[in-house]
């Protein structure tokens, strides 16, 4: 009752403070900003805030965060278009999105996907924030009761959610997972620095491959290339079936599971360390082993995509709390926002464990301006939904370039480099033939995003679980086996074994076709060769430096033994088994008109190009190049859309102050922006 | 010259030139430009929270009042921007570039992947900070001012890695002759504090206004033992107490009242140049090498003008902490004072990463 007795009055003033005309103004112009920002995949939250940065400083705190609120908590809302209608995971928190949205939109039903997915991000906020409310005067104990062992588990449990999205063959899944989880590791270790798969002489692999990247490489690109390939409009038949108020009818028909989705984002989101990694992926794997009927997930089913959206709304919520208690920012815009809040005002506001108890209001307004921003974030998605839905039933050709213009950038913002480019296009060739050979993509970028987690917390755990055990054998296993631990162990093997059950159901590539052995043995074989390189790779690592070689070693050896049983199948298995699956015998693919080379290579020339003279140039030439002679368009449609990609490239840039990849030319001539 | 004559001498230039730093009326006008200011690192760390601090502030008091933005080149830990700052040239004056002592250390150290050279350029605003080190209450009950009672227990630390600034705290407590062993791969300070409150480390240390914000609450509640500050350096190069925290003792004075730690001889030395490098000249703002002299001069003004407006002292202390800012020829003297380490020092450090956690820069 205490609690209650210091929570309603700050309930009451921060609402106080909220409902001004003024503010509510600044959210909405906020929550405008975010849209406008989030098209852009991969760069969302960071860009935006950064952009509204120089405004904070001696800003009233009240206003400033509106602002900033607004902006930031529309982002998992906003992206949410990008994954269902392009394929393209436009951040961490929407990479499981794509699973079944995307194959929603293909079935003409984009309008649906999206008015559901936004129902449910609605919804979840809005729980996130009840939920919060209460929540945040007790969290700081339950956080801190989440140590090192129990963030291992709840990434192992992230982990597990592998064995439903394996496939049809688990073993292939596994070793896609991994593959993702080996080359997650690729660069400078956390723990020893030292390098694996990479050298000092190409600085751009010590840093490791980014996220956006992967997720661009492996979602996207293949995506993109196969639907060129086929030369049609997204949605089969370029017609729209169910609008947007069947989508929002089955976010009601199926609010329980909202429920819950909404609880496991909260609930992983207040952990400090975890992030929105492993939400979506948690709740996608619940979503599936509540579902009666499975046959429908990775073809359009549509609560693939109220999980995943309803838990990363609310996760954004759940993060507020190792934010504002904590003072340790749960994502990169998270990270900005601390640094903003410091400017608001007199300075006085600092996140970190006053703010529950000199700034509870103001704690309470940032909970509810989240949720607020929300509902209008929602309402504004919803409202245009219908009209944007209408993007997928133009013919993919016209869309393809810019798609590929996109994708480029968002590649390029995440580190600067032109190295950038060039790794989107060597992860989109893996991600191209993943799903040409039913490979699960979803389990290799699993294996990736999760890699870096795993090896840390595995490695901090047991560096001070052999610390406890050496002061007393009792105390180490209270640290190791803590009632967390062992819950989370329970949940983990139940969803492994019911996944495994039901992995065979569940196909994300939907049901391909098995043909010839010789392909799909050279891509095996390719995916051994360079385990066993990383492998010798990691074992030249000194010993001293343990931590940096172990995760390499074992996962590396885990992988390569199921490639190797995969071998001895495939030697002994029929041409037609399951395990050759190859998407280039019959389907979609195969009766293309468009070969997978020639397409690729109009994506390999826009990067090539733009290493001679740069993006902007480049990318004029491959617009008028591509509309005159793969789309056969006028001169005069030509010019038009060419000048409108360029131009959007450049108001979007320009505004968020952004560079373009500079080439050769750049090099020897000072040109003015946006050519330089 | 012994390491401490050197600083000694740069700090007094340091400190004087702050003081008489005359701005001079410039005749370059930055209207409707943009200025660059560019940051090595992503837009969630410190370096940021300080460029984004001193954005507008600069934009204001520059001629012309341009905008200025915070650019992000992160990776390598910054030597890839330093690496890209090397190569840029003057070219009319809108590019500003800030280091921090994760780019001051690896070039100290000869990291391989250097290829830039503080030398050839110009550095026009510095500033620092300093550092607490803190235990668990229970340990805390048997710090006395010394270390002595603390060399027979096991102490866990979240680090960063032995090679960045986390060698300051590291290389100190080792000198005491405690057994602290580091856990490494955390990401921020932040998550070291909160890996101390969760009870797995027992002892940490973060920049001053960290500890104000996360750690001083901790110690109000009972939570946690202030151990030691790394201290300030006073007008002749000596190491003083921190005056942000003019009741906590330096490692100095534990380090003298601690069996077997001694305040001179080529560990302290060695420590001490990493010290000053990484704390009391921690962030520097540069322009490139040839930027002519007007323009130097400009940013110099503007920079003045900032620190002595008459709210900064208390804006600054809010947001990037209570120590002196350098600007102009103070500036130049912070930057010699931040990398010139003498080869004994480095040698010594080189040797201890080797020895204490297998680490070769080579």
């Known amino acids: 009752m205490e609690v209650f007795a210091t929570a309603l009055p700050a309930l009451g003033d921060a609402w106080a403070l909220i409902l001004q005309p003024i503010v509510l103004g600044y959210l909405v112009l906020g929550v405008v900003m975010g849209l406008a920002v989030g098209v852009f995949p991969g760069l969302g939250g960071i860009a935006g805030l950064s952009l509204l940065l120089p405004f904070m400083f001696g800003m009233d705190p009240i206003l400033g965060l509106a602002l900033m609120i607004g902006m930031v908590a529309v982002v998992p809302t906003s992206d949410t278009f990008a994954s269902v209608l392009m394929g393209i995971p436009g951040s961490s928190a929407s990479q499981a999105t794509v699973l079944d949205g995307f194959p929603m939109a293909k079935k003409g039903e984009a309008a649906r996907a999206l008015s559901a997915a936004f129902a449910s991000s609605l919804f979840g906020g809005l729980v996130g924030a009840t939920f919060l409310t209460m929540f945040i005067l007790i969290a700081r104990p339950i956080v801190l009761a989440f140590g090192l062992p129990e963030m291992l588990m709840i990434t192992i449990l992230g982990l597990s959610m592998v064995a439903i999205l394996a496939g049809r063959i688990p073993l292939k899944g596994v070793a896609a997972a991994g593959l993702g989880l080996m080359v997650g590791t690729i660069g400078e270790a956390d723990a020893g620095g030292s390098l694996r798969m990479a050298t000092y002489d190409i600085p751009y692999l010590t840093d490791g491959l980014k996220l956006v990247i992967v997720g661009l490489g492996i979602f996207a690109v293949p995506e993109i290339v196969s639907l060129l390939r086929q030369d049609r409009s997204i949605a089969k038949g370029a017609s729209l079936g169910a609008g947007w108020l069947d989508g929002v009818k089955d976010w009601f028909a199926n609010i329980w599971l909202s429920v819950r989705c909404s609880i496991i984002g909260v609930i992983v989101g207040v952990i400090p360390g975890l992030g929105g990694s492993v939400v979506d992926w948690i709740a996608y794997g619940h979503s599936v082993q509540t579902t009666k009927d499975k046959s429908n997930f990775g073809k359009g089913e549509v609560r693939g995509v109220i999980g995943p959206e309803s838990s990363n709304n609310a996760k954004e919520g759940g993060g507020l709390v190792p934010t504002l208690l904590f003072g340790i920012p749960g994502s990169g815009s998270m990270a900005i926002f601390i640094g903003a809040v410091a400017l608001l005002g007199s300075g006085d506001i600092e996140v970190g464990p006053s703010m529950l108890k000199d700034n509870l209001d103001i704690t309470y307004s940032i909970v509810w301006l989240l949720a607020l921003a929300n509902v209008v974030g929602t309402i504004l998605c919803i409202a245009a939904s219908g009209g944007i839905a209408k993007l997928t039933t133009i013919r993919f050709t016209y869309l393809a370039p810019f798609l590929f213009m996109l994708i480029s950038f968002a590649a390029f913002q995440s580190g600067q480099n032109f190295e950038d480019l060039l790794a989107l296009f060597v992860i989109g060739l893996i991600g191209t033939f993943l799903r040409r050979f039913d490979w699960s993509r979803p389990a290799f970028l699993i294996g990736f995003v999760l890699s870096n987690p795993v090896e840390k917390f595995t490695n901090q755990a047991f560096q001070i679980a052999s610390f406890r055990f050496r002061k007393s054998f009792s105390e180490g296993m209270e640290y190791v086996f803590s009632p967390i631990v062992i819950v989370l162990i329970v949940i983990t093997v139940v969803s492994v074994i019911l996944g495994i ?53 074992v996962i590396g050896s885990v992988s390569l033994f199921c490639c190797v049983i995969l071998l001895i199948q495939m030697t002994r298995r029929p041409e037609g088994d399951a395990i050759f699956a190859d998407k280039e015998i019959a389907g979609e693919d195969a009766s293309a008109p468009h070969g997978l080379w020639s397409t690729l290579a109009w994506f390999a020339s826009l990067i090539a190009a733009t290493w001679v003279v740069g993006f902007i140039l480049a990318l004029l030439g491959f617009l008028i190049a591509f509309f005159r002679i793969r789309a056969g368009a006028s001169w005069q449609m030509t010019l038009i859309l060419t000048a409108c990609g360029i131009g959007f490239m450049c108001v979007m840039a320009g505004a968020l102050n952004r560079d373009f990849p500079p080439g050769l030319l750049q090099g020897m001539v000072d040109l003015p922006w946006p050519l330089k | ?361 080579n």
């Open chain 1, 501 to 553: 059950r039901q992995a065979k159901m569940i196909m994300a590539e939907g049901d391909v076709q098995a043909g010839t052995k010789r392909a799909p043995l050279v891509f095996l074989l390719v995916i051994m060769a360079y385990l066993i390189v990383a492998l010798v790779n990691a074992n030249m690592i000194p010993d001293y430096n343990m931590t940096d070689k172990i995760i390499p070693l």
């Open chain 2, 1 to 361: 010259m012994t390491i401490s004559n050197f600083t000694r001498r740069a700090v007094v230039g340091l400190i004087a030139a702050a003081g008489m730093a005359a701005p001079v009326a410039a005749e370059v006008d930055f209207s409707g430009k943009t200025i660059e200011w560019v940051i090595p690192f992503s837009e969630t760390g410190g370096s940021a929270k300080w460029a984004n601090f001193f954005a507008p502030l600069l934009s204001e008091a520059l001629p012309g009042q341009p905008t200025v933005v915070v650019k992000f080149m992160p990776g390598a830990g910054s030597t890839k921007g330093a690496n890209w700052f090397q190569e840029q040239e003057h070219d009319d004056g809108t590019l500003l570039f800030g280091t921090s002592g994760s780019t001051q250390f690896p070039y100290l150290l000869s990291d391989p992947r250097v290829r830039y050279e503080y030398n050839d350029w110009i550095p026009v605003m510095a500033s620092g900070t300093g550092g607490v080190a803190y235990l668990n209450p229970e340990d805390g009950a048997k710090f006395d001012g010394s270390a002595n009672a603390l060399k027979d227990t096991s102490f866990i630390y979240g680090s960063q890695g032995a090679t960045r600034l986390d060698l300051v705290p590291l290389l100190a407590w080792q000198m005491l002759g405690m057994d602290v062993e580091p856990v490494f791969g955390i990401k921020g300070r932040g998550d070291g504090r909160l890996m101390f409150e969760r009870g797995e480390a027992n002892i940490d240390y973060q920049t001053s206004s960290g500890y104000l914000g996360g750690s001083a609450p901790l110690v109000e509640a009972g939570q946690a033992v202030p151990m030691m500050t790394w201290g300030a350096l006073d007008a002749d190069g000596n190491i003083v107490r921190d005056p942000t925290f003019p009741d906590i003792p330096t490692f100095k004075e534990v380090c003298e009242a601690t069996d077997g730690c001694e305040t001179s001889g080529e560990a302290w030395d060695a420590w001490k140049a990493f010290f000053v490098a990484g704390f009391p000249v921690q962030k520097l703002a540069f322009l490139p090498g040839d930027t002519p002299q007007e323009v130097v001069d400009a940013y110099t003004a503007a920079f003045q003008a900032v620190t002595e407006r008459g709210d900064f002292a208390d804006i600054s202390s809010k947001r990037v902490g209570k120590y002196p800012v350098f600007v102009g020829d103070g500036s130049k003297s912070a930057l010699q004072t931040a990398t010139n380490v003498d080869d004994n020092a480095k040698a010594y450090v080189l040797n201890w990463l080797k020895d204490s956690y297998g680490v070769e820069l």
